[in-house]
């Protein structure tokens, strides 16, 4: 079973990455792991020429390509997004848009392969979860349009520098406990 993580950040070394890592470190027990940060990657705009919506493909040729290449190879997908003005990084969301090509909402559309397992981890530096829940909003819905099925989710919130993840490690853990056994059911099944 393969598991990609990935930082939704464009910062490689802040708290969002730290979650990610530690979320990288605990999976690699039973998958192997690959972690990207979403700035590892160059990619242009969506035009929003819907030339997708007749082809299935885009008409921009450049590392988002590379990024869905990684999606394909998972199993598993574990984004990890901390809040920018209460949604994801922009980085991050002029990706989801390139994935247009890959969105079951118009006919033909690439797609992935299918039984993929998606999860969503939201962070922020404020006190009320309501926008960690927005934040894993937005991912859940970028995960239903490529049919990667939605299997869980955690927010955290007062988390604004990398020290304050070591707090939370038990609660990643047992997030990552979860995401090993179901990818033990998936396996068996």
Same mark, same amino acid.
């Given at each position: 079973?393969?598991?990609?993580?990935?930082?939704?950040?464009?910062?490689?070394?802040?708290?969002?990455?730290?979650?990610?890592?530690?979320?990288?470190?605990?999976?690699?027990?039973?998958?192997?792991?690959?972690? #990207?940060?979403?700035?590892?990657?160059?990619?242009?705009?969506?035009?929003?020429?819907?030339?997708?919506? @007749?082809?299935?493909?885009?008409?921009?040729?450049?590392?988002?390509?590379?990024?869905?290449?990684?999606?394909? &190879?998972?199993?598993? #997908?574990?984004?990890?997004?901390?809040?920018? &003005?209460?949604?994801?990084?922009? @980085?991050?969301?002029?990706?989801?848009?390139?994935?247009? %090509? &890959?969105?079951?909402?118009?006919?033909?559309?690439?797609?992935?392969? %299918?039984? +993929? +397992?998606?999860?969503?981890?939201?962070?922020?530096?404020?006190?009320?979860? +309501?926008?960690?829940?927005?934040?894993?909003?937005?991912?859940?819905?970028?995960?239903?349009?490529?049919?990667?099925?939605?299997?869980?989710?955690?927010?955290?919130?007062?988390?604004?520098?990398?020290?304050?993840?070591?707090?939370? @490690?038990?609660?990643?853990?047992?997030?990552?406990?979860?995401?090993?056994?179901?990818?033990?059911?998936?396996?068996?099944?």
């Amino acid at each position: 079973m393969n598991a990609l993580i990935v930082n939704c950040s464009p910062v490689r070394n802040g708290a969002t990455a730290e979650i990610a890592g530690i979320i990288a470190r605990q999976l690699s027990e039973c998958f192997a792991v690959r972690s #990207v940060c979403i700035d590892d990657y160059r990619f242009a705009f969506c035009r929003g020429c819907r030339s997708c919506h @007749q082809t299935a493909e885009c008409v921009i040729h450049d590392d988002a390509e590379k990024l869905m290449a990684a999606f394909e &190879w998972a199993d598993t #997908v574990v984004c990890v997004s901390p809040s920018y &003005w209460a949604d994801v990084p922009g @980085q991050f969301k002029a990706f989801i848009d390139r994935c247009t %090509p &890959w969105c079951n909402t118009h006919e033909p559309h690439a797609a992935l392969s %299918p039984g +993929k +397992k998606g999860y969503a981890i939201a962070l922020r530096t404020g006190p009320g979860m +309501k926008e960690c829940e927005r934040i894993i909003g937005s991912i859940e819905h970028f995960f239903g349009h490529l049919e990667i099925q939605c299997s869980g989710h955690l927010g955290f919130c007062s988390v604004e520098y990398r020290e304050a993840v070591e707090a939370r @490690q038990e609660e990643i853990e047992a997030f990552c406990r979860m995401i090993m056994e179901e990818g033990e059911r998936t396996d068996e099944a």
